[in-house]
């Protein structure tokens, strides 16, 4: 069974930095699609950013040139810089790795445990 550990939430001033980090574990194969989900209190999880196993990436509007994802493929890690944070970014953050490629017939999708940023005015 996969399973995707998230690191590196914590509180930060208006301003400063986090980087947070996504660790898939289990027997995996590949992974189509790495990226991160937040959500804060009252809201719907929403994206955050995307990136494919050949580098392609994708950001929501909002953290467009603040936030940088990567990701290691032989290590099936995904990481987030995140810079000039501001209180909106305030939310749960969620690891989530799309088509994974397992033991099963069929690729699966998983989703990390959360952890939770915090960013003060």
């Known amino acids: 069974q996969v399973q995707l550990v998230e690191s590196g939430g914590g509180l930060v001033q208006s301003g400063g930095s986090l980087r947070l980090s996504c660790a898939a574990s289990g027997t995996i194969f590949s992974i189509y699609v790495m990226g991160w989900y937040r959500q804060a209190p009252g809201k719907q999880r929403e994206l955050v950013a995307t990136?494919?196993?050949?580098?392609?990436?994708n950001y929501a509007d909002s953290v467009k040139g603040r936030f940088t994802i990567s990701r290691d493929n032989a290590k099936n890690t995904a990481s987030l810089q995140m810079n000039s944070l501001k209180p909106e970014d305030t939310a749960v953050y969620y690891c989530?790795?799309?088509?994974?490629?397992?033991?099963?017939?069929?690729?699966?999708?998983?989703w990390g445990q959360g952890t939770q940023v915090t960013v003060s005015s």
């Open positions: 990136i494919t196993s050949g580098g392609s990436t």
């Open positions: 989530n790795a799309e088509r994974v490629w397992s033991n099963g017939p069929i690729p699966a999708d998983c």
